[in-house]
Structure formats: C-alpha cells, structure tokens
C-alpha cells in the first residue's frame, strides 16, 4: 500500500545533503564541538535509520518505537500488546541489552535487511521446533540463528508473532535514562527511527525532566507522538490523568493522545503480561493507524514532513558550528604566521646588521688567513648561522605557545606538543645550512674555474673563495675587507657575480628552513583538515531540499 507520493528530486536532496552533513567535523575542542558533534551524529541517524528509507519505502510497515525511563513498563507493555512475552522485562537490567524489534512474519522481510537501522547487527533466536508431522516454516537458514550478538556488538534482535496486525511493528527501545551511556545513544536513535513516538511514563514519574525531554523533542519535529501513563493506582487515576493532561497543555502538547494504564499484579517484576482490556485501547489505535489508509498517511507524513522541516534550524546550526571551527583555526594559523614572519624579518635584520659574525666566528675571522683556516671559518661562520635560525625557530615557537594557550582549540590532541621536536629542529636546521655551504662551495668552485683559464698561476684556492663569499655575506658592516679581499683575489665583476648568486642563495635558504619550520609547526592543524567547505555545502544542500520539498 504506496501511501506517500515523494518526488525522486527530493531523495536525491535528501541524500546529497546527509553526506553534507557526514562531511561536517568538528575536530577542535571549542565550548559548542559535543552539542555539533551529536546533533550531526543524530541527524545522521534519523536520515539513515528512518527520513530516507521510509521515503524510499512508503509501503513498509508503520514502526512505532516504545521508549521511557528505566522501570516505566515499556517491555510489559510491548509483550501486553504483542500478547506473549517477547522482551525481557523489569527493572533491574543487564549491563547491555539487545532491543526487540516485533512484527507479523508477512512484514519480516522489511527488517531483516538494513532498510532501517542499518548499523544494528540482525539477530534471531531459534524458532521452535516443528511438532511431528508439521512442517517447519518457510524462511532463511539465518532466521534459525541463537547467538544475540557479540560482546559490544550493537545488535537488533527481530522477533514475529502472528498476533500482531500485519502493517504494524513494535521496538522495545533502551532505557532513555540508562546509567550505560551507549543504552542511552542507542535509546535516541532508536526513537528517532519511528513513525510513531509512544513514550511511556508512570504516576510517580510524569514531572520527571528525561521523559519530557523527549516529549519537547518530539514537538520540536512534529513527530506523530502517543504518551501512555503507566502504573497508575486506581484511587488515583482520575487525579493523576488530570494533572498529567495539565502539564502537556501547558508544554503545547495537549492534542496528543494519552492512555492511561492502571497498576496491576502483573505490572510488578515483569511476572505476566497485562490483561487484554488493560492496553486494548492503544493496541486499537496503533492498530488503526498502521492499517487505516488515511491515518496511515496522516502518522506517516506528520512525521517525516516533521523531520525534513527540523533541518531548517539543524542545518544552520551546524553550519555555524563548522564556521566556529574554521574561524578558530584560522586564529591559530594567524598566530603561527605572525609569529615566523616576524622571526623572519628579525633574521634579516641580523644578517645584515652582521650578528652572525660574533663570538666564535669573528674571533675566527680575525684570525683569518695566519691562525685560522678557509675550512676553520667556514665551520664558524656556518655554526653561527645555525645558532641564529634555531634561536628564531625556538622564539617563533614559544610566541605561538603563548598565543595558543589563550585559544581553547588549541587543546586539540598533539598541537601544543612540541617536546617531541626539539632535538630534530636543531637536526633539520644544521642539515640545511651544510647544503647551503656546500652550494655556495659549488659556486665558488664555478667562478674559479672560469679563472683557470686565464690566469693558471694566480688562481685561487676555492675553499678560501667560499670562505671570504659566505663572511662577506653573513658579516655585515664587519666583514666589509671580506668582500673587498674577494674582489682582489677574483676580479670586481667575478665578486659582485658571486655574491649576487650566494645572496640569492642565502635568501632561499632562510625561506625554506623558516617555512619548513612554520609548516611543520601547522602540520597536526592541517591535519584536522578545518576548513570553510562544509558550512557553504550545507548552506546549499539545505536551499536546493528547501526548494524540492
């Protein structure tokens, strides 16, 4: 029975926007990140569990979901309504507890697959055996499986029963206030997997907030919704209904339909099942629901239309939430160039102002050439050159620590460890300045083999040409002889060639060694991938459903 006419257009929205919204992450520790991070993963559940495949599936059965707290009734119910006892009852529960799903066995092929909830392993338990001469019933050799699920194992146990009206299921959710964590996750999925809400609350526990968070959730999506008042002592029933019916007035809930369910022998311990009389009343409107044409529809549509317009508030929410993401990484990647650009120009400034021809190394140059060596010096000077990126590297850094503890995201896993990368900072940084020695070395060696054609017995050594090339270069105003030595030993124009090509040389090294530190340093950021695409894909996948629909 087709009881919806849903345009294709409209599932393809639906589908392009649910992998939209599985793009979104919020990765970065930010005050709002939980709240965005299960409103997507609800979201996610209820486009998967139910939106997508009942629009995909009109004609499968209604499903209605039995959720409450713990101890409200809501197995006894089921097994009331079912007429035998399909789920386990009581208060005291397992630690993990498999939720039952029931159905006529005609319907069973619309759960046995992973039309809904397709993240619950599909569990059964062994029909009974055939009497003799019987035959056994037809099915699948998997519907003849014991085992309900692996430990950890999220897993829906499906039973069918001929007493249940074809077109109709029932699912005995978790407890909704279960102290298991998962038990509660898995309760709010499986509610927000139906077509039919029944929340199941008890006379000493109506005014509790856990259930009337969900009747307000259930009103936020217009959600077709039934409320039964459970265990409710006879002496009270008239008084308890009236207070009860004034609370959902007042929560603008007061046309939702409430049955009451008295207390009873069997409602204590989950020791038998209700008499028929006792949940007659909402058997018959369930029932009436799943197999009347137009309150098929009417449940059906309510719902689902319920849903799809939620994601008008939903999905600005989380595009807010990805755009809080991407605004708080950006402050990050700012703090981190602000801090090497700076650290960049000081190094600048210093080369030219000579500080890397200081200590050691100008005491080698002064040296130079009687007491000290053209290799002597080029060790110094390169040393020094070392000690200075590394003192940039390390002040850039603690310039971003000091920016980053005043950014809550920066507390995301691995940004602010860098104990880890001390001793291969000093590593990479004496790596690069070797290769820029021995480039300049190559250098040197070029121009003086120019030379060797034209004067052979006054050519110079190229170590001692690389030596006085790079304190020229690094020296400043101190190592102004450096330069003019150079020019006497190879010719004006042969100086002012090579230090044209070593400042050239020298510029492109300070770049690559800075800003291989700086992309190291954003390396775990880049990794979180926190970027502006998912606030404008969801913006846009909201418009084109808004237009479909």
Excluded at 6 to 34: H, I, K, M, N, Y
Excluded at 53 to 58: M, S, V, Y
Excluded at 296 to 317: C, M, N, W, Y
Excluded at 401 to 424: I, K, N, Q, T, V
């Amino acid at each position: 029975m087709v009881t919806l006419d849903v345009p294709p257009q409209l599932l393809d929205a639906l589908s392009a926007l649910r992998e939209r919204v599985a793009a979104a992450r919020f990765p970065l520790p930010l005050a709002g990140a939980p709240r965005a991070r299960a409103n997507r993963d609800e979201l996610l559940a209820q486009l998967d569990d139910y939106l997508v495949p009942r629009l995909r599936a009109p004609e499968a059965p209604l499903l209605a979901v039995i959720g409450g707290s713990t101890g409200a009734g809501k197995s006894t119910l089921l097994n009331s309504l079912v007429g035998r006892r399909v789920s386990e009852a009581g208060v005291l529960r397992p630690t993990t507890r498999t939720p039952v799903l029931v159905c006529h066995p005609e319907d069973h092929h619309w759960f046995a697959g992973m039309r809904v909830l397709p993240d619950l392993t599909r569990v059964w338990v062994p029909r009974p055996e055939a009497a003799d001469g019987e035959e056994e019933a037809d099915g699948d050799a998997d519907d003849l499986l014991a085992p309900l699920g692996e430990d950890g194992e999220r897993a829906l146990r499906i039973e069918t029963v001929e007493t249940l009206p074809k077109g109709l299921a029932l699912l005995d959710a978790p407890d909704i206030d279960s102290l298991i964590s998962e038990n509660r996750i898995l309760a709010a999925e499986l509610i927000s997997a139906a077509d039919v809400w029944v929340m199941v609350t008890t006379a000493s526990r109506y005014a509790d907030a856990v259930p009337w968070h969900l009747l307000r959730t259930a009103k936020e999506h217009d959600a077709t919704l039934v409320t039964v008042l459970d265990r409710v002592p006879h002496q009270l029933v008239t008084e308890v209904s009236r207070q009860y019916a004034a609370l959902l007035t007042k929560a603008g809930l007061g046309d939702v339909p409430r049955f009451t369910v008295p207390e009873l022998p069997e409602s204590a311990g989950g020791g038998g099942l209700l008499p028929v009389t006792a949940v007659a009343s909402l058997r018959a409107w369930l029932t009436h629901r799943a197999q009347e044409p137009t309150a098929r529809t009417q449940a059906i549509a309510r719902t689902a239309r319920g849903v799809i317009q939620s994601l008008d508030v939903r999905l600005p929410e989380l595009a807010a939430a990805v755009a809080a993401q991407y605004a708080a990484a950006l402050r990050l990647t700012s703090a981190v160039d602000e801090a090497y650009e700076s650290e960049h120009a000081r190094v600048r400034g210093r080369l030219q102002d000579g500080a890397v021809l200081a200590g050691g190394a100008l005491k080698r140059w002064r040296s130079y050439p009687l007491d000290c060596g053209a290799g002597e010096l080029l060790d110094s000077v390169g040393e020094s050159l070392e000690a200075l990126l590394l003192c940039a590297v390390t002040a850039a850094d603690e310039r971003i620590d000091d920016a980053w503890r005043r950014e809550p995201a920066a507390a995301a896993p691995g940004l602010m460890d860098r104990d880890r990368d001390a001793e291969s900072a000093e590593h990479r940084i004496g790596m690069a300045v070797r290769r820029w020695r021995r480039v300049l070395e190559e250098y040197a060696e070029d121009e003086v083999r120019g030379l060797d054609r034209l004067e052979r017995n006054l050519v110079p050594d190229p170590e001692s040409v690389a030596a006085l090339l790079a304190t020229a270069l690094l020296g400043g105003r101190r190592a102004r002889s450096a330069g003019e030595t150079l020019a006497e030993r190879i010719g004006a124009h042969g100086a002012l060639r090579l230090r044209d090509r070593g400042g050239r040389l020298l510029t492109g090294y300070l770049d690559t060694v800075l800003g291989a530190e700086r992309e190291r340093r954003l390396a775990p950021l880049d990794a979180l991938d926190v970027n502006p695409e998912p606030q404008a894909d969801l913006i846009a996948a909201l418009s084109v459903l808004q237009k479909e629909r």
